[in-house]
């Protein structure tokens, strides 16, 4: 591990790590989380690590909002079981606090709002509960939007969506716009007042897929003083998922880079291997009829170890100290340090 990512405030805003520590008995969920996933994120260096609550097809529909809560609550288990090591923060100053402490800043996400549906006096619930960032839809179609899975419709937000967006807004919750379908994602950049993140997306002009954002979209994002944060699936970034690279990795961090602007690009890696492998049923959702095999090795980057990587390739592209230090976690940490109680 170089000294610059060391020193680095290095932020993953996309691991679904609680998806496979929840699925333990509740009273392992600290243990576990200990012994399979606290290694991982010191051996990467990663200092803010963003947790997404993700809910799969077997508690669909009439378990959704059950299992969400059941998240949350292995979220608060499993830092207050390793309080010498994580903090789970609600504001820029706790974040801070848990980083000057030597800890792991931990920020609660959800993930298409599993479980809330159309009832957006829920949002004050999940906030109060500790949820900073939130999306609105997955691949398909919610009460309050379509994911990109479904961009045929050509829909924006629907009117629950809208309020969602100005709820969010006032409440302080950060606005995800990855999964959202690209009329939805219009429609978000025309409503929102206040900066957005893409949590794990990467570059649609340098791989063509639904996921991935297109330039005008990276314009708009950065507009907002919002963060793009690059997915690091084999299959969002090539589309022979035999010839993913670091250096096609790189390829889609400059890109966001260059078009967004250096103040607007993160790393969103989307760590789902191990998840996938060790949930029984299968995680998650078949996602082979919607274009990607997210099981596609990335050899190195399969998991937060690897991280260190994405530094060192920077360094080799000869981009300035400065610079790195924001696309590693600078710039979601700055976007994070305006979140308030």
Known sequence: MTSLHQRAVVADTHNDLLMAVSARPAESWASFFRRQWLPQ???GGVNLQ???VFIDDQYRPEGALRQTLRMIECAHVLAEGNADAVALCRTGAEIDRALADGK???VLALESMPGLDASVELISTVHRLGVRIASIAHWGRTPL?????EDATGSGLTSHGVAALKEMERLGIVFDISHLGASGVAHVLELATKPVMATHSSARALRDHHRN???EQLRGVAATGGVVCVNFLAAFLVE???????DRLLDHIEHVAEVAGIDHVGLGPDFIHEVMRDLTPPCCEDASPRGIDAMAPFPG??????LPLVTEGLIRRGLQEKDIIKIVGGNVHRLLG????
Request: hydrophobic share 40%.
């Open 301 to 306: 980057l399969e998991g937060p170890e690897g």
């Open 41 to 43: 994120l010191q051996a």
């Open 240 to 246: 022979d998922t035999g010839q993913v690279s670091v």
């Open 213 to 215: 954002l297109t330039d």
């Open 145 to 149: 939007a379509d994911g990109s899975g």
């Open 50 to 52: 963003v947790l997404p």
């Open 338 to 341: 305006e979140l308030r109680a």
């Open 104 to 106: 792991i800043a931990l």
